[in-house]
């Protein structure tokens, strides 16, 4: 493999690479972070962008507002994103993950006080309700063997955002079927309708709301919007749209890979199931292991840089890689292996700066209740096809698995 990262020539590696193993990084990951941890990738879309690989740089280049999230200026690298896209892109208002500075901090404040410490702890009972609700059916079941994708990962977390928010659960099927479709990297007039027809959705739902505001997500921010004078639509259709999209595709994929990971790894299984308090310790470890959203920390360089020993230019892109970074043998001893007991909080799996995740601890409290309740229910669970048998998501821009049968 030829690298140059002082030069700024591109490397012989296109992105994305397809894991093919899932419990490892992809070799190309590893050798590139070795040889030149900032260096210039190709992308299957055309161009080229920076790659940085090493935990240190990572988190440096994240928390930089000398880079920017903002989709729609020139030079943000984008995967398999024709012209067409790119302007639909551009044209659509930004999500408050395409936002920087003021304009991020402005849209990011009024919602951040939805996912406190306080409210979240008011929220654990109503996720623990639902949990036992699906195991219940996940156990009733009368043949094995059972999808647990189906039956658990996907209905946990689209339920406890839907409450949340206050989107009708039965409305379910609809969004789950275009958020798959919106991250796969497969038709793209199929991924265009998609992101349509959710808008379209969100757009209708927050004018039903704007009549009949509930006790939910949606209701106090438009309460708030018309206290303060100020009402909002486009801006709550975008809010919307990010936390169900990402409040349950990112979890579903995690509770499913959790799952895997646990039973491919009987002595970390045997940990937890002996002691829960280790079971918060394996969440961070098994979100650290997967990585799941290992290349959506795109940005792009409002001005000259210098980051690592290389000089970035204004306008040339750059993407993290979180898979790469959290096997990063500086910041995690024995970093390839699954250890629940390293302590592994420093990750960027929930990515770094001013645009890490919002409902990381949603995410975690809904992990945690789902690993524990699960194994302690079906102490028996276990994988009914071999691992190399499991379809997993090697077409998606989120990692997870397509179906995960299961059986005890």
């Known amino acids: 493999m030829t690298t140059n990262s002082v030069t700024g020539e591109a490397t012989d590696v296109e992105l994305p690479v397809e894991r093919g193993c ?7 990951y590893e050798q590139l972070r070795e040889q030149a941890p900032i260096s210039k990738v190709r992308l299957t879309s055309g161009g080229e962008a920076w790659w940085v690989s090493r935990h240190e740089e990572a988190r440096a280049v994240l928390a930089d507002p000398r880079f920017s999230s903002d989709r729609r200026n020139d030079g943000y690298p984008l995967f398999n994103v024709d012209p067409a896209t790119l302007q639909l892109q551009r044209s659509q208002p930004p999500v408050m993950l395409g936002m920087d500075g003021a304009e991020h901090s402005a849209a990011r404040r009024p919602v951040v006080g939805e996912f406190t410490v306080k409210r979240l702890a008011a929220l654990r009972p109503r996720v623990q309700d639902i949990v036992d609700h699906f195991i219940d059916q996940l156990l009733a079941a009368d043949r094995h063997p059972v999808d647990l994708v189906r039956a658990l990962s996907l209905p946990v977390p689209s339920l406890v955002i839907c409450e949340l928010l206050g989107v009708p659960y039965t409305d379910h099927d609809f969004f789950q079927s275009r958020t798959t479709m919106m991250v796969s990297l497969t038709s793209l007039e199929d991924r265009l309708r998609a992101f349509a027809e959710l808008r379209a959705y969100f757009d209708d739902l927050v004018t039903r709301k704007e009549s009949e505001p ?15 004078g100020a009402l909002d639509h486009t801006a709550l259709v975008s809010q919307a749209f990010l936390l169900l999209t990402a409040g349950h595709e990112t979890t579903a994929n995690m509770i499913s890979l959790g799952v895997l990971g646990l039973l491919s790894h009987p002595e970390q299984l045997t940990l937890i199931k002996a002691d829960p308090g280790r ?82 601890n949603l995410a975690r409290m809904e992990l945690q209740i789902v690993f524990d309740t699960l194994f302690r229910r079906i102490p028996a669970l276990r994988l009914a096809v071999p691992t190399e048998d499991v379809p997993f998501k090697d077409d ?11 059986t005890w």
């Open 22 to 28: 899932p419990f490892a990084a992809p070799a190309a």
């Open 214 to 228: 509930g006790d939910d997500l949606l209701g106090r921010q438009i309460a708030r919007q018309r206290q303060d």
């Open 279 to 360: 079971t918060p310790a394996a969440v961070e470890e098994l979100l650290r292991y997967f990585s799941i959203t290992d290349t959506v920390t795109a940005r792009v360089a409002t001005e000259d840089v210098e980051t690592g020993g290389v000089s970035i230019k204004a306008g040339e892109g750059v993407i993290v890689s979180a898979l790469s970074a959290n096997r990063d043998p500086a910041a995690f001893k024995n970093a390839a292996e699954l250890d629940i007991e390293r302590g592994a909080r420093h990750h960027l799996a929930f990515g770094y700066g001013p645009h890490q995740c919002l409902g990381q």
């Open 396 to 406: 998606a821009v989120v990692y997870g698995i397509h179906e995960l049968p299961v």
